[in-house]
């Protein structure tokens, strides 16, 4: 009698089925490499950038677009793709810290306030619906008004209205998980709170919350800018998309160039952790696999 | 129609709420440094002026008392005065709001216009070549910051092409669609992107139910099906979509006044933001705090007279 021999199961780690998954995606390829590069940029901007940001070449004023300035010159000669590129420095900052403040009290407060419930949890339900009362850019520059402008003060004003879409998108998930199986298991085997919440619940519990993240990231910048256009944000001279394009507003009728091609920049930006974000949303939904 | 103690439920729901947004505008202004009367007060302001801005605002009264004689200010329409333009703040406000409300109201339909057929197409066909490039071009579309399409606009048809105004504010119903087409369709590009998303997604969602299937299967035309069963149930989600992004369209508003030039409360404050006049800019907050929460109020009463499941919960 001959034994049945069955193949044994591959043995893959989550992380590599998760790549491998992944990398048929080409919307998440993409996306990882338009902000690997944007990375990439903001770290090394000087190797990238053909000319010095700001040097004058009283020789070349207001050119459009040619081969040796793609992006075409400034009022005072600048090259205007070395300036978007050095600008990439301030504008991936922007997007990080205007956003990871947000998501360490907002996940903190939320996986809290989701598993205690009680009467935090409906004085935060108070305190949601009166911050979505308020227009997000009207309630952040109204913020700004009182602190002054500044890229340091916009990162506060939009950390204190951001973490509470963070908290109430972890309240939501960790009020799932907290009614599972393996939380009341935890509970029986006499784990405290803190291990139940930040070791076993939370884990669980922060994929959406992540994806959100980078969709964040996206809507950073995109605030950032405005705020940088508005004046209220990063202020000249520092090189910000948003800045760059307020400095051709003037321009517009003769040298449309100096405001609209920074702006792309913004959108390959956007676009890059926009498609990051929801190719991962994909994958992280069940029967997306 | 919805009942009247859903409506009344739903207002009493709207007190707490006002109250903490009243709470954050109050302690706004006194969590500046310094002394709140010469926030409130125009530069020059003599001391007389001083002890009245004190006496109104009960300043020397606990924080408290305080607040008491803000809701109480604030109820009556007693919002202070405006050190810009040296006028009461509710009659500066009052103004300059039919701009913005005419501008937010032209962005919705121009948004709806644009999203409802391209995400019906895109539904129907979903996944095809048509289906990717529709979404592709929305995608975009999301990744624009409104100003900045509102300077390609400005640049691409009112500069260049000379099609439409570059900027201000006419004087009729029918001059300001033209003279609005511009900020109204900066706007409308952004909402229309998250707009055509959602509705795509709940109209495949739809399409795939099984009251769908079985109008269909029952012979109806392929036309009725889609007008009396699938937009209707689509329109559910879009009327909620569109009630909940008053907050993107209100910012939006703010930033497009301010590039084409529109006198609206949006440029509004972004002017009192820089002329540091605190009393306008409490004012202007609490009037975008009411236009929302009077507009998520209306969302929820056309969402339940839309559909009568949602007025069990």
Not at chain 2, 74 to 80: A, H
Not at chain 2, 99 to 118: C, R
Not at chain 2, 254 to 282: C, H, K, N, S, W
């Amino acid at each position: 009698m001959t034994t049945l021999e069955f193949p044994a199961p591959p043995q893959r780690s989550r992380l590599s089925a998760f790549l491998g998954l992944a990398l048929r995606r080409p919307a998440f390829l993409i996306g990882t490499g338009i902000i690997a590069a944007s990375l990439l940029i903001a770290l090394m901007p000087g190797l990238f950038a053909p000319y010095d940001p700001l040097a004058f070449d009283m020789g070349a004023i207001q050119q459009g677009p040619s081969l040796s300035h793609p992006f075409g010159t400034d009022g005072f000669g600048r090259d205007i793709l070395s300036r978007v590129l050095w600008a990439y420095r301030v504008d991936m900052q922007m997007a990080f810290f205007a956003t990871v403040f947000a998501l360490m009290i907002g996940v903190t407060t939320g996986a809290l306030v989701g598993y205690y419930g009680g009467i935090a949890d409906m004085i935060f339900g108070r305190l949601v619906d009166a911050v979505i009362t308020f227009p997000f850019l009207v309630l952040v520059i109204a913020i700004v008004a009182v602190l002054g402008p500044g890229l340091v003060n916009m990162y506060v004003a939009i950390t204190a209205v951001n973490w509470v879409y963070y908290a109430r998108l972890t309240r939501a998930e960790i009020m799932a998980q907290k009614a599972q199986d393996y939380a009341a298991a935890a509970r029986v085997l006499g784990y405290s709170d803190g291990r139940i919440i930040f070791r076993h619940l939370l884990p669980n519990a922060l994929g959406p919350v992540i994806v959100y993240w980078m969709t964040d990231m996206a809507l950073a910048i995109l605030l950032g800018s405005s705020l940088g256009y508005l004046g209220l944000g990063a202020q000249p001279p520092a090189a910000e998309w948003g800045v760059l394009i307020a400095e051709g507003r003037n321009f517009i009728m003769t040298a449309w160039w100096i405001s609209l091609m920074p702006g792309l920049a913004i959108v390959l930006t956007g676009l890059g952790f926009s498609l990051m974000g929801d190719s991962l949303a994909d994958l992280l939904r069940p029967k997306g696999r | 129609m919805p009942s009247l103690s859903y409506l009344l439920s739903r207002l009493l729901q709207i007190v707490p709420t006002f109250l903490l947004v009243m709470v954050f505008i109050f302690l706004f202004v006194r969590l500046l440094p310094g002394d709140p009367a010469i926030a409130m007060a125009e530069a020059k302001a003599s001391d007389q002026q001083l002890v009245e801005i004190r006496e109104r605002l009960g300043l020397n009264e606990p924080l408290p008392v305080q607040f008491g004689y803000f809701v109480r200010n604030t109820l009556t329409g007693d919002l202070g005065r405006s050190i810009l333009m040296k006028r009461p703040v509710i009659e500066v406000i009052m103004e300059r709001l039919p701009v913005t409300i005419y501008l937010s109201l032209y962005a919705v339909a121009l948004s709806v216009l644009v999203a409802a057929p391209l995400a019906l197409l895109a539904a129907t066909r979903a996944n095809s070549a048509t289906d990717v490039a529709i979404r592709g071009v929305f995608q975009v579309g999301l990744s624009m910051p409104v100003f900045y399409i509102g300077l390609v606009l400005l640049t691409v048809l009112g500069a260049k092409l000379r099609l439409f105004p570059v900027g201000g504010y006419g004087r009729t119903f029918f001059a300001n669609l033209y003279h609005l087409a511009l900020p109204a369709l900066s706007i409308a590009l952004y909402t229309s992107a998250i707009l055509m998303r959602n509705l795509r997604a709940s109209l495949v969602e739809v399409l795939d139910a099984e009251f769908v299937q079985f109008a269909r299967a029952k012979g109806l035309p392929r036309r009725v099906v889609l007008s009396r069963h699938v937009l209707r149930n689509a329109l559910v989600s879009a009327v909620t979509l569109l009630g909940l992004s008053i907050g993107n369209l209100m910012s939006g508003t703010l930033v497009t006044e301010t590039v084409f030039a529109v006198p609206g409360v949006g440029r509004l404050m972004l002017e009192a933001i820089f002329a540091r006049d605190y009393p306008l800019i409490q004012g202007l907050t609490l009037t975008f705090a009411v236009i929302v929460s009077l507009t998520f109020l209306a969302t929820d009463l056309v969402q339940s007279w839309l559909d009568p499941r949602l007025r069990q919960a």
